[in-house]
Structures are given as structure tokens and as C-alpha cells.
């Protein structure tokens, strides 16, 4: 035979033996992987957990740049919720959506530039007169400091020259500020306005190019969390403008008491601000009653509205506002406090403002979808029965009844009867 048919030469004492033959060579092996180089993947993985890294930041920085303008949109829905009810009663009555969503919008922003325009006059005036006392009240205290406790304050001229040369400079930077503020403000406005009325304008067309999305079940879920946000809302602001009546009657009937002038658009100021301005606006409303007792009046008279304002507020927080809450949007006052506060530290001031709506749809939701049992019967649940005076008939008669009650579980226990 040829030699290519030639038999692999073994050996012979293997074959004798009967064992396999020998494994080949280390050098006839594939080699699987050099532990000297890494493997094929890892620039790979480098590569896109770099860029996986780099688009991170980059979405946090737009979600960070976005950030004002989500605050905006909130603010326009908040807002559309709560004049809905009042478009579509205008619907009811024969007008046209986008017609009624005007006239709600306009009619609402025009009553809000009256109110400004009639307290924003009164406001200026007090001020000027205010700025135009500093001096005088600044020499009457100078002096009583003077006589009474022996402090040496600086003139009102070293005074002046002194604010000058430290804060001459920052004019021209805080005339550019405050230019800049309200630019940031017109635009805030503008894009908050027209957001609202395009949502109150598209009304049941927006809603349902939301559920064109959802499934028919969904939808059903999406419709009624939405009818109840805005029930919610609209509570809010009810309780809000009660609030509002009851803090300027109050401050009404106590600036009339003192004499203040102008009491009644004070006391209504104070009202409408301290309840519709998140957090500072109670500071701000108090302020403008103490500003004219003090140019009017005299500081005596101030302090006297100053110490009101902080006393009433204490009452509106510990009584009123938990109570008109609770009764509103169906909470608990002790619950609608701590949300207010803790929406407040989370999110600021509109948090805070947000807070009492946005916590009573989250309720109303659970009440909707959670299910709720029959409860045990238990003393814990229940205060206990008031007791009656001892020696009374009442006290006799419940003594007897216990009496009688005991023996017969004794007699029970003692298998008697």
C-alpha cells in the first residue's frame, strides 16, 4: 500500500498495554485567550459607558435649563383647572368654547389689574409719605436712645453720606437688575397666559387627544382622576377666597376700631394677598396696614396693627384655615398642616401654595381605587362615655348596672344559670 494509506505510526508498548494514545502537543491547541491583552468587548463597553456618561449630563442639564418652564406649565395647568367650571357655565349658556375660555381669561386678568391699579396707587402714596418720615422718626429715636440709654447714634447726614459711598456704585448694576426682573416677568406672564388659554380653549379636544392614546379602560381612569383634579382645584380656591372674606372683615373691624384711614381697601388688600400669595404673602399684606398706621398715625398705632396681623394669623393657622381645609377638600386639619409644610420645604413657595389641591386629589384618588373595610369593635376606636357626677341618679343607676352585669358573668363563670 502507499504510504499516504499507511497506518499512524504508534507506541508499542502503548498499544501492548491497551492505553489511548497520547494526548498532542501544547502547540496543537487553539489558543482561547492571551491574559496579556483584554478581551475584544472591553473597548466597546468603554465606549459606550463613556457615551452613555456624557448623555446623562447632557439631559440633566436640559432638564435643569427646562426647569423654569416646567414651573410655568404648572402654573397654567393649576390655573386652567381652577377657571374651568367658570367656562363652562358660559358654555351652558350659549357661548362658544374659545369665546367663553376669553372671556373667563381676560375677565379674570382685567379683575386683577383693577385691584393692583386700586391699592397699587394707594400703595405708592403711603410709601412716598413713609420715605418722607424716615428722617423725623430717625431723629426721635436718635434722641429717646440718647436720653434714656446713653447711645450715640450718627446723624442722619453721616448716615446718608455713608450709604452713599458704599452703595453709590451698585446703581447702574441694580438698575440693570431690576430691569432684567422684569423683562423675566413680562415673559413668565405672557407664556403662562397663553398656555392657560389654549388648555381652557381646547377643553374636551385636549382631553381627548390625551386618551386617543390610552386603552378604553385607561381612558375611563384618566377622565375621572382628571374630573376629580379639578373638583379639587376648584375647592381650593373657594376655601381660599373664604379665607380671604374672613381676614379682611377682621381687619376691617379692627383698623375701623383704631382709626386707621383707607380701612376697608387695607383690610381687603390684606385679605386677597395673605391668601393668594404663597408663604410671603401674609408679610406682604400685613405690611401695607402697619406702613400707614406709621405715616398716619403714629408707631404706637403701628405696632398695635403690627401686633394684630401676627396674632390673627395665628388663629387663621391654628382654627380657620385647618377648618375651611377640612371642610373644602375633605381633609384633616392636622394632615392639610404638615402637607402644606412639607410641600412648602420641598418645593418652595408655589409647593406650598400647590400643596392643599394636589394632596386632596391624591386622597380623593385612594378613596376612588383603594377599598375600605368594616372596622372591629374596640374601645381604642371610640372615646369613652362621659362619666357622671358622683352621687348623681345617673352615677347611682350605671353603678347598679355594672354591679348587675358583674354578678351575672361571675354566675356564668360558676356554670350558675
Known sequence: MADDDAAPET????????????????????????????????????????AAVFAAVWVWGAIQQLNTLFVYLLIAGFVALALEPVVVWLVRHGWRRGVAAAAAFFG???????????????????????????????VAAQERLQAN????????????????EEYGSDVASG???????????????????????????????????????????RQTEVLRMWEITQVKVSDFISSRVVLAALSAAFTAVFLIILGTPYALPLALFTGLVSQFIPTIGTYIGGALPVAVALTSQGVPQALAVLAFIIAYQQLENLYFSPKISARALEMNPAVSFVVVLAFGAVFGALGAFLALPVAATIQAIANTYLTRHELVDSDMLRDPDRQPPKGSRRSRNLRAAREAARTVAERRADGVG
Open 11 to 50: 507506541d508499542p508498548d502503548a498499544a501492548e498495554a491497551g492505553s489511548p494514545a497520547a494526548p498532542p502537543h501544547d502547540d496543537d491547541r487553539p489558543l482561547q485567550h492571551d491574559d496579556r491583552r483584554p478581551p475584544r468587548w472591553v473597548p466597546r463597553v468603554l465606549v459606550m459607558g463613556a
Open 108 to 138: 379674570s386678568v382685567l379683575l386683577g389689574i383693577g385691584i393692583l391699579a386700586l391699592f397699587g396707587n394707594l400703595f405708592i402714596q403711603q410709601l412716598i409719605q413713609l420715605v418722607g418720615t424716615l428722617p423725623d422718626v430717625y
Open 149 to 164: 440709654l446713653d447711645v450715640e447714634l450718627p446723624s442722619s447726614d453721616d448716615l446718608l453720606q455713608q450709604l452713599v
Open 175 to 217: 438698575t440693570l437688575a431690576v430691569g432684567t426682573t422684569v423683562v423675566g416677568f413680562v415673559f413668565a406672564a405672557l407664556t403662562i397666559g397663553l398656555v392657560t388659554y389654549y388648555l381652557m380653549a381646547a377643553g374636551p379636544q385636549f382631553r381627548a387627544a390625551v386618551c386617543r392614546w390610552l386603552s378604553p379602560d
